[in-house]
């Protein structure tokens, strides 16, 4: 920006401020007025921050207020005027805009402000400005609390903001170009910062008791003084110059050097001794070219290598959102003075400052009294000083404050938030993995340092390591903590450096476990489980009723009351009202409620208000006499309240407001969550066999794609990890892939192969497993273009049919067809072919004697066996594509209907049982409104009846109507598989809704996989199908219920084969097309149903007693009983609930009980139908995490030794808003009605 075109008001307030004549600055009479004058123009300026450009481009911090403070540091106001207004100018640019702007124009504006930032800077890289502010500072300092005002406070801190503003100033990578050792910017600024003794002031800050309150300024400004150094080269640098600081560039020569000799040599070999002026032409035989012939190649041979078909075309675009995450900026070797320097501050600091900060800044977190995110310099400088301690002649004692369980705790805290935050926060991604990999490498080093002490020669630090390790080796989210991160790496939100570290931290973390375990014979662990369910509203307790002595002796208490208040002695209330005209409650119950309400009021001794009461209904119900005639005298009246009081009325049922149904909303149900906790017997190979899934193998692919960039510990830690899984889990079969296959190509055609010796060596085992499985699969080659799992490389190596039903296939397999039924399958299939208007397929799966085969198993044999060319020969009809619009006799029928069931409980459900035409309920109900038949949907939902006990003895019969509850699951199976079929019946494969679980299936299955750990899973699914049953009592409708897992464990349940195969037991239905993601239950399972197969799956405890047992069979009579299991609980008595029989299951609802006191529960024997056999398609998902049984591996190649660094050798020297089930139900209604 041009000088002239700077703002009229603010070119005359910088005019103000004074001028230079040669090395002196004149200040002008007005230069305070000017300076604040500056201050109010700053804080009015506009989202372009136009002000603070002007200013920049003016040079004003340059040209005059650095030298009005370095010439006039004795005047204190002007002083603090001064510092409070470079503060402002020198604040972070992305303090002034938020965040790094996207449009265009924003974003220059962002570039220029930083361009004036980094110029403000370089000004500031002189020993006179930090020889000033040190002055001033220290002078600060020197005052006691007693002696230091406000303004001195608010001065110091001025002065910490506008060093850590100066630092934070990001470097300018067009202006600082030089090599390692040149002095940059930000290096010249931190020498005037030491040479003025501002490191000193510091140190003091961070060590003095009574200057607690800038103990999160300190720590932000060191984090800034270090941001280009690395502990590992600050520890070296007392070593030598030639031996350390030179040792990683020699090494890194020498390879490229190797490379370039053997480069040298491979083209020495393909040149022929005699030149040939002409290159000649080849015909490449078995290689196309875009014709029908073979590739004419015109250059030498010895470029035929490098010959491909992409030759010439443009690279693919990789998409923004696909493309890798950038690096963070790499750091650079400063100036070897200040690295020296800076050395000596590390030394220091951790010897007097380290510990005691620490604690004061940890101390601030967990009080919640710092800024947003100030964790993140904790978590830096903890990774940053033990790492300098553990290099530089360990010393555990210096690191105390941030060595131990508190320490682990606390960043596998930090950890797991920014994790759950890049989950959620899809726009802020990249920033909130930026903090996951601060909070990953302090987390690193904790283990080093405790790796690090037991190799100490003291045997106290050596028994603190032994408990620390003992800690965190026993919690389970230390050992579950890498698992998550592996499976949710994502290339594009973190950079490759997140994975090295992430390698490097699972690698020591692993053999740090191993050898915990090794020398111990039974090492037990914590395992956890979260176990949720409903919490249902607290139902008082009824109170027994008064005896009919109690009650005379009540009675002779309350007659003088009576009396007083016939004569009028007592006057009676004014605002008894017993009707309610606006309520929705029938008249009929609002009369019973009036006795009821007389009857309370007499019990609880209010006379007055009963007599009102029983007036003022007299008034309102005069038929029938119930409350008296209307010329009633005072005796007939003291009769009435008598008799009132002695009946046997009954009590109020608890009031439950009326659940608003499909449009309505609902609440959120409230969930209370109880975590169990347990311990198990730790092996330390089941535990490896979590690492072997898909996404560790790939991640650990990725890395070593850049093998030649990595470290030597990062290839030796990648490559330990895939040793791990092919050798020690003889899971080899887990590494054929084809990517990595081309990784090992790329690597054995390296010239400089033999500097990765490591990798090399298990590029070959695994090369040589693959060609010796190869030899006897043949669908190896096929198989390298998946990623697996551990029952997929099982079937590979033991056979494709080594699994039995259950045991790890994705789908159970589908029984052969004998001969017999294929013989019976072609004779019916002629037999209905020439049938019209039909079905086919239908018609055979009716008159198949073989029970269990879907629609999808019937066709493909039908095309197996010739007599179909293909599917698409019987398309599913769709029910309704017919009936487009309504008929005058279909309107007729609904009206008729209409006026019929009208007054019935389920109106909807009557409709659509009777109506002729089969159409979904959302169009039934649209031409109800359409007709004005309804005014509004809420007519046609499901009647409720208040739950009422049986009349008692000598009670009026008109007093309170006894309603029976019903149960309409069977009405709403045919409605809802109408719904389902128009919405998704072209889907082929589809389970069948309609067969029924037999009872106790899954029971044996589930055993098993309670003893293989799958505990908290099962429970899971046990209470899913328990809260299912409920809300489909509940609501009358039932609904396919997804199956959504929450939790880490149930994910990998629900992926597990065996786990899916006890769900198809159990009647649940997969994923039915690529729309779904989640296993359901279905629709047509009752609530009966799905409490059998909760108890089914309950676990059974050691002495062979049930922990969940299963309800006891429902009364033949009991009302409600659909098809299937009935269930029901025979009634102790009036008002009494049954007991719960199981601790984890939900109470019987009031309903479902026998009305009898004398019934005993009767069984009914129910005919059930086979289960239909699933599909058998093997679906290969590519990150599958299944976990399953060990595949063998064949072969003669000799295993490699396992690859060992110096570290290894020393080692072995020693010894869930809403609901989730109401939000998708409310999404599925909407979709309904849509």
């Not at 590992?232 to 020569?253: I, S």
């Not at 750091?331 to 010897?351: K, P, T, Y």
């Not at 551990?790 to 699994?803: F, N």
């Not at 029989?1141 to 009980?1153: D, F, I, Q, R, T």
Request: aromatic letters at 6%.
């Amino acid at each position: 920006m041009d000088w002239y075109m700077m703002n009229c008001e603010l070119l005359a307030t910088c005019s103000a401020l004074g001028y230079v004549e040669g090395d002196v600055y004149h200040r002008e009479p007005d230069c305070l007025e000017s300076v604040k004058d500056l201050i109010r123009y700053l804080r009015h300026e506009d989202e372009t921050r136009d002000v603070r450009q002007q200013l920049g481009a003016a040079q004003i911090l340059q040209n005059d207020l650095l030298p009005i403070l370095v010439q006039y540091p004795q005047e204190k106001v002007l002083f603090d005027a001064v510092i409070r207004l470079m503060v402002n100018l020198t604040q972070p640019a992305l303090l002034c805009f938020g965040k790094v702007p996207a449009d265009a124009t924003s974003r220059h504006h962002f570039l220029q402000v930083l361009s004036y930032l980094q110029a403000y800077k370089e000004a500031f890289a002189s020993e006179k400005v930090f020889m000033v502010l040190s002055e001033k500072l220290y002078n600060l300092l020197q005052l006691d609390w007693e002696q230091r005002q406000e303004e001195d406070t608010l001065l110091i801190e001025r002065i910490l903001l506008l060093v850590r503003n100066v630092l934070h100033v990001p470097p300018d990578p067009t202006e600082e170009q030089g090599v390692d050792g040149d002095a940059s910017v930000h290096d010249r600024v931190l020498w005037a910062l030491h040479i003025s003794g501002m490191d000193d002031l510091l140190k003091f800050l961070a060590s003095a008791q009574v200057e607690q309150q800038w103990a999160l300024h300190v720590l932000e400004i060191i984090s800034l003084m270090f941001r280009d150094q690395s502990p590992e080269e600050l520890a070296a640098l007392g070593q030598g110059t030639a031996g350390a600081e030179h040792g990683e560039d020699t090494r890194e020569l020498e390879t490229l050097r190797q490379r370039e000799l053997a480069e040298k040599r491979a083209r020495a070999l393909q040149r022929t001794s005699r030149h040939s002026r002409f290159g000649g032409s080849y015909v490449l035989q078995g290689v196309k070219s875009i014709g029908d012939r073979d590739v004419v190649f015109h250059k030498g041979l010895h470029n035929l290598k490098s010959y491909s078909h992409d030759l010439g075309k443009e690279p693919r675009r990789l998409p923004r959102r696909r493309q890798a995450a950038p690096e963070a900026e790499p750091s650079r070797r400063s100036a070897r003075n200040v690295r020296l320097f800076l050395r000596r501050f590390c030394q220091d600091f951790l010897e007097d400052c380290y510990n005691r900060l620490m604690l004061l800044v940890k101390d601030q977190l967990v009080r919640e009294k710092a800024q947003q995110h100030d964790e993140t310099y904790y978590l830096w400088a903890t990774a940053f000083f033990m790492a300098f301690n553990r290099l530089h002649g360990f010393r555990p004692e210096l690191v105390s404050e941030t060595v131990g369980v508190r320490a682990f705790h606390f960043i596998e805290q930090n950890l797991t938030t920014y994790y759950e935050m890049a989950l959620m926060d899809k726009k802020e991604a990249t920033t909130w993995a930026r903090r996951m990999h601060l909070a990953l490498k302090a987390y690193q080093e904790l283990l080093r340092t405790v790796q690090e002490m037991d190799r100490s020669p003291e045997p106290a630090v050596r028994d603190s390591s032994q408990v620390i390790k003992s800690n965190i080796f026993y919690l389970m989210e230390y050992r579950e903590l890498f698992l998550t991160l592996f499976r949710k790496f994502d290339e594009s939100k973190q950079p490759r450096s997140f994975l090295r570290d992430l390698v490097e931290t699972a690698h020591l973390f692993l053999r740090m476990l191993e050898r915990f375990c090794r020398g111990r014979a039974n090492l037990v662990v914590q395992s956890k489980r979260v176990r949720r369910k409903k919490k249902k509203p607290h139902v008082p307790a009824v109170p027994a009723p008064p005896s009919a002595a109690e009650l005379e002796q009540l009675w002779e208490g309350l007659a003088p009351q009576v009396q007083a208040c016939l004569e009028g002695e007592v006057p009676l209330p004014e605002d008894v009202v017993p009707f309610d005209a606006a309520s929705e409650t029938p008249v009929e119950e609002q009369r019973a409620e009036a006795l009821l309400r007389i009857q309370e009021c007499l019990r609880d001794s209010r006379v007055p208000q009963a007599l009102q009461l029983l007036r003022s209904a007299r008034e309102v119900w005069p038929e029938g006499d119930v409350f008296g005639s209307a010329d009633v005298g005072p005796p007939e009246e003291t009769r009435l309240l008598r008799e009132i009081l002695v009946a046997s009325l009954p009590g109020h049922a608890p009031t439950e407001p009326e659940e608003p149904e499909e449009e309505e909303e609902e609440e959120e149900e409230e969930e209370e969550q109880t975590l169990q906790v347990s311990e198990k017997e730790f092996n330390f190979l089941d535990y490896l066999k979590r690492f072997a899934c898909a996404p560790v193998v790939r991640a650990l692919v990725l890395l070593l794609r850049g093998y030649a960039r990595n470290s030597a510990r990062t290839n030796h830690c990648a490559v330990r990890l895939l040793h791990r899984l092919a050798r020690d889990l003889h899971m080899e079969p887990l590494l054929f892939q084809l990517s990595l296959f081309a990784l090992f190509h790329r690597l054995l055609s390296d010239p400089a192969a033999a500097a990765h010796q490591e990798l090399v060596t298990l590029a070959k085992f695994i090369l040589g497993k693959f060609f010796a499985l190869a030899a006897t699969n043949k669908k190896a080659f096929v198989e390298l273009l998946f990623w697996k799992s551990p029952a997929i490389v099982c079937e590979m190596t033991k056979g494709y049919s080594s699994l039995q039903e259950g045991e790890g296939t994705t789908r159970s397999r589908v029984p052969p067809w004998t001969p017999q039924e294929e013989q019976e399958l072609r004779e019916l299939y002629w037999k209905y072919k020439e049938v019209e208007d039909g079905d086919i397929i239908a018609a055979i799966l009716a008159h198949l004697p073989a029970p269990g085969r879907t629609r999808r198993q019937v066709v493909k044999q039908l095309v197996r066996m010739g007599l179909a060319s293909s599917a698409k020969d019987f398309p599913r009809e769709r029910k309704g594509t017919r009936i487009v619009l309504w008929t005058q006799e279909q309107e007729e029928e609904l009206t008729r209907l209409f006026e019929e069931f009208q007054s019935s409980d389920d109106v909807l459900g009557n409709i659509m049982k009777h109506l002729t035409a089969r159409r979904s309920r959302a169009r039934v109900v649209e031409k109800l409104l359409g007709m004005g038949l309804v005014a509004e949907r809420k007519e046609l939902y499901k009647k409720r009846r208040r739950k009422s006990h049986g009349p008692g003895p000598g009670q009026a019969a008109t007093a309170v109507p006894a309603m029976p509850t019903q149960d309409s699951s069977g009405e709403d199976e045919d409605s809802e598989e109408e719904e389902e079929e128009d919405e998704d019946e072209a889907e082929e494969g589809l389970m069948e809704e309609h067969w029924v679980p037999q009872e106790g299936a899954g029971q044996d299955l589930a055993q098993r996989l309670h003893g293989e750990g799958l505990a908290g899973p099962l429970r899971w699914l046990e209470n899913c199908l328990r809260r299912a049953a409920g809300d489909r009592e509940e609501d009358g409708v039932s609904h396919p219920v997804p199956l959504v897992p929450l939790t880490e464990e149930n994910e990998d349940a629900m992926e597990d084969r065996r786990f899916q195969s006890l769900l198809r037991q159990l009647g649940l239905r997969p994923p039915a097309s690529e729309q779904e993601s989640f296993w359901r239950i279905p629709a047509a399972l009752t609530p009966q149903q799905l409490r059998r197969a909760a108890a089914s799956i309950a676990h059974c405890g050691p002495s062979g007693s049930p922990q969940d047992l299963p309800e006891p069979p429902r009364c033949p009579q009991d009302p409600g009983e659909g098809w299937g299991w009935g269930c029901g609980t025979p009634r102790c008595g009036a008002g009494s609930e049954p007991p719960s029989l199981c601790p984890s299951a939900e109470p019987l609802p009031a309903g479902l009980g026998s009305d009898s006191e004398s019934e005993e529960p009767v069984p009914v024997p129910v005919p059930v139908p086979s289960p239909a056999q699933p599909r058998t398609k093997r679906r290969r998902e590519l990150a599958s995490e299944d976990e399953d049984e060990d595949g063998g591996s064949s072969g003669t190649e000799p295993a490699p030794p396992a690859p060992h660094s110096e570290e290894d050798e020393e080692e072995e020297e020693d010894p869930q808003p809403r609901g989730r089930r109401k939000r998708i139900r409310c999404l599925e209604e909407e979709e309904e009605e849509d």
